[in-house]
T-cell receptor, first 114, second 115 residues
Framework: AQSVTQLDSHVSVSEGTPVLLRCNYS??????LFWYVQHPNKGLQLLLK??????LVKGINGFEAEFKKSETSFHLTKPSAHMSDAAEYFC????????????FGAGTRLFVKA | EAGVAQSPRYKIIEKRQSVAFWCNPI?????LYWYQQILGQGPKLLIQ????????DSQLPKDRFSAERLKGVDSTLKIQPAKLEDSAVYLC?????????????FGPGTRLTVL
């Protein structure tokens, strides 16, 4: 079975400091991995995705993530947080098991302090 | 490019009533998804359509939920009868071809409150 674990339900950082949102997955199949962001009262927006090409993936708004197969991790990072980064972040795994399965993590709420 | 459209944005009903949600995907997208997002949780996939056929409905509570995409374009999700635990945001998404590497584009969602 496939699963996604976001290791922190809440993360709080100060503006201008690095951001680290952690995601671990479990899958018997080679996965595609995604990070989505959800701002209050707005739809989910894709930040970045890994689909078996380069393991370091760069996304929008300065975010990036590294796929580490040995650690089954896909952590999201940003060098310097901005107030506008405050939102809910979801790690998503998709696999082809003969059919396509999509599993969202529970989400991590990012707070950014001035 | 227009995004995924959903209506209504908000709906309040009493338990045992029926409700329907509508979704219009991005033009040309073959795959359409319905998700349920309960407060404080990540979205859960309810059903996935490829054109007008169902690809995956393994997590759809079929005794009360139904969905259709008759012409392979827009889609309707119905709940009949609603229960208190159906209170959630219902998200519609679409993707170009439905491969597991595809990016899904999400609509703004419909917030359902069941009293």
């Amino acid at each position: 079975a496939q699963s996604v674990t976001q290791l922190d339900s809440h993360v709080s950082v100060s503006e201008g400091t690095p951001v680290l949102l952690r995601c671990n997955y479990s899958s018997s199949y080679s996965p595609s991995l995604f990070w989505y962001v959800q701002h209050p009262n707005k739809g989910l927006q894709l930040l970045l995705k890994y689909t078996s090409a380069a393991t370091l993936v760069k996304g929008i708004n300065g975010f990036e993530a590294e796929f580490k197969k040995s650690e089954t991790s896909f952590h999201l990072t940003k060098p310097s947080a901005h107030m506008s980064d405050a939102a809910e972040y979801f790690c998503v795994v998709r696999v082809n098991t003969g059919g396509f399965k999509t599993i969202f993590g529970a989400g991590t709420r990012l707070f950014v302090k001035a | 490019e227009a995004g995924v459209a959903q209506s209504p944005r908000y709906k309040i009903i009493e338990k045992r009533q029926s409700v329907a949600f509508w979704c219009n995907p991005i033009s040309g997208h073959a795959t359409l998804y319905w998700y349920q997002q309960i407060l404080g949780q990540g979205p859960k996939l309810l059903i996935q359509f490829q054109n007008n056929g169902v690809v995956d409905d393994s997590q759809l509570p079929k005794d009360r939920f139904s969905a259709e995409r008759l012409k392979g374009v827009d889609s309707t999700l119905k709940i009949q009868p609603a229960k208190l635990e159906d209170s959630a945001v219902y998200l519609c998404a679409s993707s170009l071809v439905g491969e597991f590497t595809d990016t899904q584009y999400f609509g703004p969602g419909t917030r359902l409150t069941v009293l």
